[in-house]
Structures are given as structure tokens and as C-alpha cells.
């Protein structure tokens, strides 16, 4: 095996996606990146391919439209990881340090084919976890293009997701993957806040068994065994016990960033 992954047929897609890069974006291209589960050492068969792609100047309208086709024929591709790609598009500029106002980007969701503008990717836990563990696809250490993330970047960015996770559950049906998903995201936030680090969502579920109470317990360890087949779980009801108790711990972790952002200003 030669590339940047594990899986031959996703390093094969990854060389055919750079190509694309350079074809299209040509001297503005800065570097391609993995974050994500890639990055922190967790990702297997099931995971999205996150990737952040930097360019030295903005992505105009002709190499947008160049980009939208270029996604279009790789997710024709027979091999799944070619439907799997997400990430954004970002200027050097840009991505340099933490964005408050969070911008919309050019973006590419899971499984879609469209690209869009979504403020997905701009966050600081992407850029933590870029800056630290990201993989080069292409161009310069991500460290010399991103200034360091704060514990309490982290924290803030935990809050303004927490906002984002209340408002989509009191508009959409959760799933039962959704579920174990929001479960062990919440255990990440929670050691973000703790820890001031970025940690992969089956660390921070056995961190959270060993430094939350007992109350927990039985949930946590549900979303970590019931993490393998995403994809057929998709399709099935969230329990709504289990996901009653998912909202009680979001509440708990919303308290916890809280007291921690409270305590840094006083």
C-alpha cells in the first residue's frame, strides 16, 4: 500500500481528485489536506473523506462551475469512497485564524454531487485539527498556515454548535444512527471543553466512560457498539428513550462550555 490512506481504491480516488486541483485551480492551488477521522487516526470503511482544499486566492465563478463538474464525474465512480468526499474550499487568507463570523464556503456535503456555500468547514475545530493532525495531499505543513487554536476557540466553537445541534433537533427526525452520532459528538465536545484538544468521537466515548457518572454510562457505551453499518442504521428510528436522554446530556455538556467560556472572561 502507497498513499496517504490505508484503503488503495480511496488513494486511488484521492490522486484522481488532486489532478482535478491542479488542473482547474492551476498557481492558485496552495494544498490539499485531510481532517477529519482521517486525521485523527480513527477512520475506517464507513467514514466520510473529509478534505480541505486552500487556495492562494479565491475560487472564481469559472473555476467554481470547473470544480461542480469535476465532483460530478467523480461520484460516478464505481468505488464508494468516491460518493463519500466532503469538505470546503477555502483561501489561504481565510483559513490563516479562527473565523467568529464563520462565512459560508464552497462546500461539499456527504454524498452530495452539488457543490454550495455552508460555514461547515470553518470552524476552529477544523483547524485544530488540521493544523495538528492533518494529512498533505498536496502543499505546504498546515502549521505554517494556520495560526495555533486556543482552548478557548475550542470552547467557543463548542457553544455555537451546541446552538446549531438544539435548533436541527427541534426541527428534524433523528435516526438511530443520528443518535449514536449526536451522542459521541456531545462526549467530543465535553473533552474539548476539558482537554482543549480535538479527539476522535471513539476516544472521547471511552473518555467519557471513564470521567463521567454512572448515569452515562449505559448510553455512551450503546453509541460506541453501535457505531459499525452506519449506513443501514440511517434508515432506522432513533429510540426515543435513548434519544431523550442524548437531549438531558446535551444540556449537561451546553452547562459545562458555559461555566468554561464564563470562567475565561471573568
Known amino acids: 500500500m502507497t498513499g496517504p490512506t490505508r484503503f488503495d481504491d480511496l488513494n486511488d480516488i484521492l490522486e484522481m481528485f488532486l489532478a482535478g486541483l491542479q488542473e482547474i485551480l492551476g498557481e492558485s492551488l496552495c494544498g490539499a489536506y485531510l481532517q477529519g477521522s482521517f486525521a485523527l487516526g480513527d477512520a475506517d470503511e ?4 473529509d478534505f480541505i482544499v486552500v487556495t492562494h486566492d479565491e475560487v472564481t465563478e ?6 461542480q463538474a469535476m465532483h460530478e464525474r467523480l461520484y460516478g465512480l464505481e468505488s464508494p469512497w468516491a460518493q463519500h468526499l466532503e469538505g470546503s474550499y477555502i483561501s489561504k487568507a481565510k483559513l490563516r485564524r479562527v473565523d ?3 462565512v459560508a464556503l464552497l462546500y461539499l456535503d456527504n454524498g452530495a454531487t452539488q457543490l454550495e456555500r455552508d460555514n461547515h468547514c470553518n470552524t476552529a475545530v477544523v483547524r485544530w485539527t488540521l493544523r495538528q493532525r492533518g494529512v498533505v495531499l498536496l502543499g505546504p505543513d498546515p502549521k505554517s498556515l494556520i495560526e495555533p487554536v486556543t482552548a478557548g476557540d475550542l470552547v467557543d466553537d ?12 427541534g426541527t428534524h427526525t433523528m435516526s438511530r444512527r443520528g443518535r449514536g452520532v449526536l451522542v459521541l459528538t456531545l462526549c467530543r465536545m465535553l473533552q474539548s471543553v476539558a482537554e482543549g484538544r480535538v479527539t476522535t468521537k471513539r476516544e472521547a ?10 448515569e452515562w454510562t449505559l448510553l ?4 460506541l457498539d453501535d457505531r459499525p453499518d452506519p449506513w ?4 432506522e428510528p432513533a429510540d426515543p428513550a435513548t434519544l431523550e436522554q442524548a437531549l438531558v446530556l446535551l444540556d449537561y455538556v451546553l452547562s459545562e462550555a458555559r461555566q468554561a467560556a464564563g470562567t475565561r472572561r471573568e
Request: aromatic share 10%.
Open 100 to 102: 467568529p463570523s464563520r
Open 232 to 235: 443501514t442504521k440511517v434508515r
Open 62 to 67: 469559472t473555476q467554481a462551475g470547473e470544480l
Open 46 to 49: 464507513h467514514s466520510d473523506v
Open 158 to 169: 463548542v457553544l455555537v454548535a451546541l446552538g446549531v445541534w438544539e435548533k436541527w433537533l
Open 205 to 214: 466515548g471511552e473518555w467519557a466512560l471513564r470521567n463521567l457518572g454512572p
Open 220 to 223: 455512551v457505551q450503546w453509541a
